[in-house]
C-alpha cells in the first residue's frame, strides 16, 4: 500500500513566521510530489511541484524533497492570514497519485 | 480557458437511484481522475483514464464506472447509490508540457448526499 503521511494539525503560527508542512512517503519509487492548497469548501488547488532532492522556491513558497529520508516539506515565509487552508502533500508513481490527509494551518493575524 | 468543470455541483440521491456526474477538460491533457474526498479519509482514487481509450481501476472502485467519452470527457456513474457514497467528488486532469506532465489540476467538484 502507496502511503502518503503528515500531520494533521492543526499547525498555527502567527502572521509574518515561517509554517513549516512535512510529509513522509511510503514508496521509494515515487517519481514527483507536489503540494496542494485546499480552502474550506473548496478544491485542491497545486501550489508547489517537486521532483529531485534540494529545494525548489516560488515566491514565499519552498519546497524541500529527501528522497533518502522518503521526506517532503512545505515551508511558507512571511505566513498571511489568507495562508490559513489545509494544506495537502502527494507523491505520483506512473499514473496513480497518492494524497495525504492533510495538514490544517491557520495564521493568526 | 474553463480548466476542469464538473456537473452537477450539488446533488441528493435516494438510495438505490442512479446518477453520473460529469467532468470536462480544456487543457488538452491525457490523464483524467476521479476521486472522492471524505473527513479525515483524504483523497482517495476512484478510477482514472490514463488516454483516451483506457480507464483504470483506483483505490475504491467498487460501486462506480467510468466512461471516458473523448480526450476531453470523463464521467462517472452510480448504478445504485449508496449511503457510503455520500463524499465531495473531484475529477482532475493531467498531461501538461515538460516538467509539469505529472501536475494534476482539479475541477470544483460535486457535493453528493445519498439518504
Known amino acids: ?109 | 480557458n474553463a480548466g476542469v468543470t464538473q456537473t452537477p455541483k450539488f446533488q441528493v440521491l435516494k438510495t438505490g437511484q442512479s446518477m453520473t456526474l460529469q467532468c470536462a477538460q480544456d487543457m488538452n491533457h491525457n490523464s483524467m481522475y476521479w476521486y472522492r474526498q471524505d473527513p479525515g479519509m483524504g483523497l482517495r482514487l476512484i478510477y482514472y483514464s490514463a488516454s483516451e481509450g483506457t480507464t483504470d481501476k483506483g483505490e475504491v472502485p467498487n460501486g462506480y464506472n467510468v466512461s471516458r467519452l473523448n480526450k476531453r470527457e470523463f464521467s462517472l456513474r452510480l448504478e445504485s447509490a449508496a449511503p457510503s457514497q455520500t463524499s465531495v467528488y473531484f475529477c482532475a486532469s493531467r498531461g501538461g508540457a515538460g516538467l509539469s506532465y505529472n501536475e494534476q489540476f482539479f475541477g470544483p467538484g460535486t457535493r453528493l448526499t445519498v439518504l
Do not use: H
Open chain 1, 1 to 109: 500500500q502507496k502511503e502518503v503521511e503528515q500531520n494533521s494539525g492543526p499547525l498555527s503560527v502567527p502572521e509574518g513566521a515561517i509554517a513549516s508542512l512535512n510529509c513522509t512517503y511510503s514508496d521509494r519509487g515515487s517519481q514527483s510530489f507536489f503540494w496542494y492548497r485546499q480552502y474550506s469548501g473548496k478544491s485542491p488547488e497545486l501550489i508547489m511541484s517537486i521532483y529531485s532532492n534540494g529545494d525548489k522556491e516560488d515566491g514565499r513558497f519552498t519546497a524541500q524533497l529527501n528522497k533518502a529520508s522518503q521526506y517532503v516539506s512545505l515551508l511558507i515565509r512571511d505566513s498571511q492570514p489568507s495562508d490559513s487552508a489545509t494544506y495537502l502533500c502527494a507523491g505520483n508513481t506512473g499514473n496513480q497519485f497518492y494524497f495525504g490527509t492533510g495538514t490544517s494551518l491557520t495564521v493568526i493575524p
